[in-house]
């Protein structure tokens, strides 16, 4: 079929030929909102010009890293007329990297000279599902690590005897306490900061690039902050560690013992608005004692009325 214009207008195949678009694509744009309706002419859906740059608008931003979410919010600024530099800035400035890191390859023979020995499947499969390794398409034995101080560290604790199953079970722990603070700090910032640009109507041109530079100011502050806090945290427990395990006189074994129990971030953000971050696990642990009490009266209620029915028997 030839790809010359039909008329004024393109057929859908013509159309993909020229925009190297599927014509499955072609259509999942148009019912998503990201490519106008053809013109109905008789029998025949006829695109012109327009179609064609709008699907080389598309292609040129996913190449350059948008969702088609993102695509389609720049895209409704384009037709609104009211331009695309200040909201692509803005858009680029929050997608873009939050680590000076630079993602580097490892091959399966590398990781295991770097973890001592011949590499761990169930070690390595679990490391792409946390995505502290990507598998490279066409090949099997090398793999993108998109943060290799997180595989340093990861590499050091196994070398100070942690097994791996532990560093992935902490490494999850972690992250979605991290998460957490990340989700905080972003409603944070926009309460204070953002809201002004978020209203009812898209931002101008100006209000986005305004944005995009706070964006740019505040990028740093969220690590500031926790590796400042964390440094605090580590200095004030490691004291305290260190002190119970040398100072105290008081048998280890006699010691009460403590265990982590994973809770749901919706739960702990309850109890964190009920009695104040400091007072989590004093809340919980009550709960859970006055719980396990309130089952053992229950108990000894039902022990209690059992034994009068036997007794009463006649």
Known sequence: MSDEPVGAGYRIEDLAHRSGATVRTIRAYQDRGLLPRPERRGRANVYADA????????????????????????????????????????????????????????????????FGGSPDDAA????????????????????????????????????????????????????????????????FTTEHVFARYLGEHPPTDAEAAEAASLVRRLRPLAQQTVDAELARAMRLFATRHLREHLGSEQPREQ??????????????????????????????????????????????????????IVDERP
Do not use: C, M
């Open 51 to 114: 179609h064609l740059a709008r699907l080389r608008q598309i292609a040129d931003l996913l190449d350059r890293g948008y969702t088609l979410a993102s695509i389609k919010e720049l895209l409704e600024a384009w037709d609104t007329g009211r331009g695309l530099g200040g909201i692509l800035g803005l858009v680029a400035e929050v997608d873009g990297p939050w680590t000076d890191e630079r993602a580097v390859r490892i091959s399966r023979a590398e990781l295991g000279e770097r």
């Open 124 to 187: 390595v499969a679990d490391a792409v599902e946390l995505g502290v390794l990507e598998p490279v398409p066409g090949s099997e034995d090398t793999f993108l690590v998109p943060s290799p101080q997180e595989l340093s560290v990861a590499v050091e604790l196994y070398a100070a005897g942690v097994p791996l199953t532990a560093i992935s079970g902490h490494l999850r722990e972690l992250r979605s306490k991290v998460e957490h603070i990340a989700e905080r700090f972003l409603e």
């Open 255 to 308: 010691r009460e013992e403590t265990s982590s129990v994973e809770l749901p971030a919706a739960t702990t953000r309850a109890v964190e608005r009920l009695v104040g971050k400091d007072q989590v696990a004093a809340f919980v642990a009550a709960a859970a004692e006055r719980e396990v009490q309130a089952r053992s009266l229950d108990q000894l209620a039902t022990n209690h009325a059992a034994r009068r």
